[in-house]
């Protein structure tokens, strides 16, 4: 079987929210059988230019995620991906596909599968912490989950914020503008973090009964983008919950979060009454980039693959 | 720049001795440099089908090779390879190369780079332990640094050593001729074992002074193919010291062996008389599947690259 290369610009055009939504869903279900393996942190001789391997294997898909980091990149995002799935007969190379762009919306897609397991049917108002690249995926993907009718951005700069809105409305049609942190969080129905924060971007009080939060930027050690007391009054859920305990949001926890695929798969409860507060905090994992390969040559072959 | 892809058939009619050789030394240079990351050793959903990530960086390489074990292979090869090299400007994909015939290349170019370092240079008989693919390998890549007049072959089953004489003599020139061990161990000057053992393969007291021992099998926790009572009366080189203490044969040592990257800068010594007995353990580390695919690239390339 000759290997399959799937190009930054083939999958940039391919992946859409529909189909990142789906191949989360087909990762988180896969979580309770498949197997994720320790990741890796290295670097190029450059130190502070960074990889992670994320691998992992469910089903027939088998393979690792190189992820990096180029801080110092400008003509190109900071960020990307190369995605390597191995052939499950044979173990030889599979495909390899390029996923900068598409990563992106894979991240974005656990975020909004996470709301639309764990939020209020009738979530409105979605507030988003963060106004860089990334938080635009997310209230995109979100938005398509739940009848949001407005979003409001909180930002530490104004004039980022005020940019971000108008960018939320062309992407989206949704009113959207800046707010304080107090009144953001205390109207979100659903709040949304995608920041690089390092402390809690919020005061667990402002966090109304019933909100939904999805937090996708805690991502190694050190990392926090919530208030520790809000874990007390709220349910906790995640991708995987050893990795989110060692370098995700929950390594600030002291409960052990339940599995959102365990939910998904109606193992373990979600939402438990229109009060609740939920959490999802997203690490990331090897299935949702092994999902997301598969679906994107999929459709490159027209859905014969 | 679009990256570069180097199919199996492609890297395998590019890939000779020469190559790996060159490449074998580059890596072991650039360990005093570079960067090794923790090995990653997975699983498909089948779990006796197995791969192993490893990673690392050094001068503007950066990448991983993922190397497949599929047991139950019969058509092609159990071990194969897929190497990714990023870009070291920007963290993208810039090449990837099928290496499964490579492989067997650039672990046998180690064990050379070692004997070329470190064995007497009147070697003249060469005596392998194992008759498997790589072992044909570790002859025909060892014989050419060493003035080899023939190569002696202790193999469990008869039939299997007759026949790798034969492919010994077919594949370099030299005559060749199964003995037993006692003797085959002891009229070594370079002694190579390529098995999957699990416990030693011969009596120390066998081993005559001044012989050189590079041995390739032990790779995983439990595997072992030297008596551990030679290592009181050998120097000990390897390729990674925290590596071969951790999953290579010096995990059953209790002295810290030497890098061979050390004696080719001159920081280290390397044999200390004619009498000396020297063993060097390859465990296998990122470098030389970097350099490896550099120098695949670059020869694919007319050297251009």
């Known amino acids: 079987m000759t290997p399959v290369f799937l ?7 391919l992946v859409d929210d529909e189909l990142a939504l789906a191949a989360a869903r087909e990762a988180f279900l896969a979580t309770a059988t498949g197997s994720s393996f320790p990741v890796v942190i290295g670097h190029s001789s450059v130190p502070q230019n960074r990889f992670t391997l994320k691998s992992g294997s ?3 898909l088998v393979g690792v995620k190189v992820g990096s980091f180029w801080p110092g990149n400008t003509a190109l995002p900071r960020h990307s991906s190369t995605i390597v799935l191995l052939d499950p007969a044979t173990g030889r190379l599979r495909a390899v596909v390029e996923a900068a762009a598409a990563n992106a919306y894979r991240t974005a897609a656990a975020d909004a599968l996470a709301v639309e397991t764990l939020a209020r049917k009738d979530s409105r108002t979605l507030t988003v912490i963060g106004t860089g690249h990334q938080a635009l995926h997310e209230v995109r993907a979100v938005s398509r989950v739940r009848p949001i009718d407005r979003v409001l951005v909180i930002g530490r700069r104004a004039d980022a914020a005020l940019a971000f809105a108008a960018d939320v409305t062309a992407a989206t049609g949704l009113p959207a503008e800046p707010v304080d942190a107090p009144a953001g969080v205390a109207a979100a129905d659903v709040l949304v973090t995608a920041t690089t924060a390092r402390e809690p ?69 979600g939402r438990r009454s229109d009060d609740d507060v939920t959490v999802f905090d997203s690490s990331g994992f090897a299935l949702q980039d092994l999902t997301l390969a598969a679906a994107l040559l999929s459709r490159s072959s027209g859905g014969a693959q």
């Not at 190009?7 to 055009?13: D, Q, V």
């Open 58 to 60: 469910a089903g027939d």
């Open 7 to 13: 190009s930054e610009s083939e999958s940039a055009a």
């Open 201 to 269: 971007l919020f005061d667990a009080r402002w966090v109304a009964p019933g909100t939904h939060i999805s937090a996708m930027g805690a991502d190694g050690p050190g990392k926090q983008e919530l208030p520790i007391a809000l874990y007390k009054r709220a349910s906790l859920f995640c991708d995987l919950p050893d990795q989110s305990r060692a370098i995700g949001e929950f390594q600030h926890a002291s409960s052990v979060p339940v599995a959102l695929g365990a939910v998904l798969t109606g193992k373990a409860a």
